[in-house]
Nanobody, 126 residues
Framework: QVLLVESGGGVVQAGGSLRLSCTASVLIFSSYSMGWFRQAPGKEREFVATIPWSGDDITYYGGSVKGRFTISRDNAKNTVYLQMNSLKPEDTAVYYC??????????????????WGQGTQVTVSS
């Protein structure tokens, strides 16, 4: 069983920054591709960012966050981060961390991931 625990959410003014963290209870964190998704009230879950397990420093972002958000990982700490800058009110959502072992295809799709965190609320006020 893989347990993912997110932290770092909160309330921030537009233009501000937050850093989300997600720590995984797994033996070999480096073998997991990690992703961030978000879901706003009344909307479908949306892809935010992913960082594959392969360690090639390749990352992918959703169009609405590209250039503002940065995903990174620290395999020694079993943790993936989402640095969010220049936040906008439309970034308000519950943010979820997700994991899939040795995943290298379809990482922008929620159904690819086997494990999910409980979510952390991010609220951006205007």
């Amino acid at each position: 069983q893989v347990l993912l625990v997110e932290s770092g959410g909160g309330v921030v003014q537009a233009g501000g920054s937050l850093r989300l963290s997600c720590t995984a209870s797994v033996l070999i964190f480096s073998s997991y591709s990690m992703g961030w998704f978000r879901q706003a009230p009344g909307k479908e879950r949306e892809f935010v960012a992913t960082i594959p397990w392969s360690g090639d420093d390749i990352t992918y972002y959703g169009g609405s966050v590209k250039g503002r958000f940065t995903i990174s990982r620290d395999n020694a700490k079993n943790t993936v981060y989402l640095q969010m800058n220049s936040l906008k009110p439309e970034d308000t959502a519950v943010y979820y961390c997700a994991a899939t072992r040795f995943g290298d295809k379809g990482l922008v799709t929620a159904s690819t991931y086997n494990y999910w965190g409980q979510g952390t609320q991010v609220t951006v006020s205007s």
